[in-house]
């Protein structure tokens, strides 16, 4: 079962903005999410995929150092959505973006979902 679905994703020119949504579906971590840390990942084409940033059930966040100072990453445990604030987007942030929440290692603790394309034009 997919636990949580990303949308908000598109087609930017290089300098623009995006926020994306993940917003959790699935019953395990629907009922757990304000405990757990959600991160975003990405897959470029022909790379492995990366965490980008993650939030805490605290608030705490972490970025990748390619994120700092362009992504913002915020939540909303009423709505049970983790948001991916993207400004002065690069063409090399073009990639799919999952959610999921974060285990130890930084790996994934549920399914992927499918996704939410940004591409970023020069």
């Known amino acids: 079962q997919v636990q949580f679905v990303e949308s908000g994703g598109g087609l930017v020119q290089a300098g623009g903005s995006l926020r994306l949504s993940c917003a959790a579906s699935?019953?395990?971590?629907?009922?757990?999410?304000?405990?757990?840390?959600i991160g975003w990942y990405r897959q470029a084409p022909g790379k492995q995929r990366e965490l980008v940033a993650a939030?805490?059930?605290?608030?705490?966040?972490n970025y990748a150092d390619s994120a700092k100072g362009r992504f913002t990453i915020s939540r909303d445990n009423a709505k049970k959505t983790v948001y991916l604030q993207m400004n002065g987007l690069k063409p090399e942030d073009t990639a799919v973006y999952y959610c999921?929440?974060?285990?130890?290692?930084?790996?994934?603790?549920?399914?992927w979902g499918q996704g939410t394309q940004v591409t970023v034009s020069s």
């Open positions: 999921n929440a974060v285990g130890p290692m930084e790996r994934p603790r549920a399914y």
């Open positions: 699935g019953s395990t971590f629907r009922s757990t999410f304000s405990l757990n840390t």
């Open positions: 939030i805490s059930s605290g608030g705490s966040t």
